[in-house]
T-cell receptor
Framework: RKEVEQDPGPFNVPEGATVAFNCTYS??????FFWYRQDCRKEPKLLMS???SGNEDGRFTAQLNRASQYISLLIRDSKLSDSATYLC???????????FGQGTELSVKP | DVKVTQSSRYLVKRTGEKVFLECVQD?????MFWYRQDPGLGLRLIYF???????EKGDIPEGYSVSREKKERFSLILESASTNQTSMYLC???????????FGPGTRLTVT
């Protein structure tokens, strides 16, 4: 079983749609959680950290359920520029090591 | 803004050559990391460093070494490049371990 699992997609959605990505992690002792975005042939960019209380940044909302070991990212009113691969990332209990999911590809169409 | 720079965007080397990949960050971050990213395998941690002259092995350190002589600079060394080291190499840094990491633009290395 992979340490961090994501649906690879692709998710093809029209502009303005709401799209949700899910992620599960296997290590219950994981400490920190993040969503990154990666454009084709570019580096991953930190989108947002994920907190137990849930957090929002504009059109993006992240949720964490520690009991179910589940993380989600919701994108509202999607834009063409949101097209990218979204990486679910978890920091375990061994220092700063990050575990990356395989990524979920999103394609927003006009 | 955090700035992480890498010495080359594209590099082509021959099998057996010694290869140096340089990474510099300008935010006085304590922690620096080297990853490689391959299709179907995602990002994998090669080495990381919590402080100057300190290094720790990641998941796939074989065939690589690192050097951190100054806080802002973290070098990845391929002692004798092989074709299976053809990959995208990404450097990252973070201020604290619990925080997210910031990545450089990557070096796409091809070993022929």
């Amino acid at each position: 079983r992979k340490e961090v699992e994501q649906d690879p997609g692709p998710f093809n959605v029209p502009e303005g749609a709401t799209v949700a990505f899910n992620c599960t992690y296997s290590n219950s002792a994981s400490q920190s959680f993040f969503w990154y975005r990666q454009d084709c042939r570019k580096e991953p960019k930190l989108l947002m950290s994920v907190y137990s209380s849930g957090n929002e940044d504009g059109r993006f909302t992240a949720q964490l359920n520690r009991a179910s070991q589940y993380i989600s990212l919701l994108i509202r009113d999607s834009k063409l520029s949101d097209s990218a691969t979204y990486l679910c990332v978890v920091r375990g209990n061994q220092g700063g090591k990050l575990i990356f999911g395989q990524g979920t590809e999103l394609s927003v169409k006009p | 803004d955090v700035k992480v720079t890498q010495s080359s965007r594209y590099l082509v080397k021959r099998t057996g050559e010694k290869v140096f990949l340089e990474c510099v960050q300008d935010m006085d971050h304590e922690n620096m990391f080297w990853y490689r990213q391959d299709p179907g395998l995602g990002l994998r941690l090669i080495y990381f460093s919590y402080d100057v002259k300190m290094k720790e092995k990641g998941d796939i350190p074989e065939g690589y070494s690192v050097s951190r002589e100054k806080k802002e600079r973290f070098s990845l060394i391929l002692e004798s490049a092989s074709t299976n080291q053809t990959s995208m190499y990404l450097c990252a840094s973070s201020r604290e371990l619990r925080e997210g990491q910031y990545f450089g633009p990557g070096t796409r290395l091809t070993v022929t």
